[in-house]
């Protein structure tokens, strides 16, 4: 099946709040679904098909992303994983054992500016992984078709993605949120 | 299966990634393990909060309306016109004689029209020009004769400069070109305003938009300048056309002119 531009144009909620989050700004995420969608009509103009136009889009916006924006801009590098694992291994690992019963309202009332500040705070590989999974909805053999990457890292990524978001909502649904960023 | 062993698979239990045989494994140990089920079940309402949060954005108006116009170009008038003619074989020749016509046709139109329009547009600018330079002129001469003099010297014309009344003064005079033609332009002070006028023959101009005014069993066409601040007046002559420019309105142009 062909898709036609207002197919495509009828994700442009998704592409955006995707690449809101990758840019971290609304002027650069603008930009972005900008040469997203040029890209993607120009593929049409051509008359070439296309399978699952949403799986489609997102991997011309991750390989913008990652090819032309991630690279010309002075964005911050990449966290190492392993700093970021043993970072949060004390408290994973207590989170697991302990006898912690929490309550969930708590996750409930997060402000929206809490759940943006944790999901900032991942490293660009976790976050785009957990875009794609929790909000986006895509299947793990999905993401590793648009990431480009094998399954087993879509795992590893959502796995460990998913294990600092918690820490992160944890602290803040404690209140310690902001106090633990100033350490 | 213990709940570590449990609690490595907890995402991609939610995810529904797991093949159906550990699927049964974990609901098992969910269903008797309580600490199990409560983390889960976080697990659960955090991934919905975070979906929620991130969905509650929506792609800004302006941008959908520029991706949207980047979607759908809209065809030029030409092309679309190309388009509708060379659609069916048949039309093919009609198509290219008629597209030539209409092309031939607006150029000729929208060349004759500035053309019209072209001893407004510069007697405008020779005005601005003379504001801007501090009333710099070819010959400053308060005297009627003069003017006539170094006009006819010049430009080889004969011309009958207007007589004024009330408090306008003459000030000189310099020379301007239309399609390759020398054509005067005398300075007025109307009180403290200046005014230029422009003398000249066949200047042809379109008068369609203008005003039209009878004073005196003479015709005035009354109209306003590009810039939006002048005001424009014509009157044909025995022998000249007559251009007046000024940024005082035009009744109190006319009003200072007393041979017309």
């Known amino acids: ?183 | 299966m213990n709940c570590n062993s449990v609690r490595k698979y907890f995402y991609a239990f939610i995810d529904n990634e797991l093949d159906v045989e550990r699927n049964i494994e974990i609901l098992a140990h969910l269903d008797m393990c309580y600490e199990c089920s409560t983390k889960i079940e976080i697990e659960r309402v955090i991934q919905n909060r975070v979906k929620e949060s991130v969905l509650s954005i929506s792609a800004p108006d302006s941008l959908k309306r520029s991706i949207a116009v980047m979607a759908n170009p809209r065809p030029s008038f030409f092309s679309s016109l190309k388009e509708k003619l060379f659609a069916n074989g048949v039309l093919k020749p009609v198509g290219a004689f008629v597209s030539l016509l209409l092309i031939i046709t607006v150029f000729i139109v929208i060349l004759s029209y500035n053309m019209q329009n072209e001893a407004f547009h510069i007697a405008e600018s020779e005005y601005h020009h003379m504001l801007m330079n501090d009333m710099e002129t070819d010959i400053r001469s308060k005297n009627k004769n003069a003017i006539k003099g170094y006009i006819l010297d010049n430009v080889g014309l004969d011309v009958d400069l207007p007589d004024f009344r009330g408090n306008t003064k003459l000030i000189g005079a310099s020379l301007s070109t239309i399609n390759d033609k020398s054509v005067p332009l005398v300075y007025y002070m109307i009180g403290n305003v200046p005014a230029a006028l422009y003398i000249g023959r066949d200047f042809d101009l379109n008068l369609s938009k203008a005003k039209r005014e009878l004073i005196n069993d003479m015709v005035i066409y009354k109209t306003d300048g590009d810039c939006g601040d002048c005001k424009i007046i014509s009157w044909q002559g025995d022998d000249n056309q007559y251009i007046m420019i000024s940024k005082i309105n035009s009744n109190r142009m006319i009003g200072v002119l007393t041979s017309i």
Request: glycine share 4%.
């Open chain 1, 1 to 183: 099946m062909i898709s036609t531009k207002d197919e495509l144009i009828s994700h442009i909620d998704s592409i955006y709040r995707s690449a809101l989050y990758l840019a971290k700004n609304p002027e650069d995420a603008e930009d972005l679904v900008q040469e997203t969608f040029i890209k993607a009509f120009k593929f049409l103009d051509n008359n070439k098909k296309i399978e699952y136009e949403k799986a489609w889009l997102f991997k011309i916006l991750m390989n913008t992303f990652i090819n032309q924006y991630r690279k010309s801009k002075s964005n911050p590098p990449l966290v190492d994983f392993d700093t970021v694992e043993s970072y949060h291994a004390s408290v994973e690992e207590e989170a697991l054992n302990g006898p912690v019963m929490e309550n969930k309202e708590k996750f409930d009332d997060l402000l929206d500016s809490e759940v943006k500040g944790a999901l900032e705070a991942l490293p660009d590989d976790f976050r785009i992984a957990i875009l794609l999974s929790i909000v986006e909805g895509f299947t793990y053999n999905e993401i590793s078709e648009i990431l480009g990457i094998p399954i087993g890292t879509v795992m590893s990524r959502i796995y460990r993605g998913k294990k600092i978001l918690k820490e992160e909502l944890r602290s803040y649904a404690k209140g310690l949120g902001y106090e633990r960023r100033q350490e």
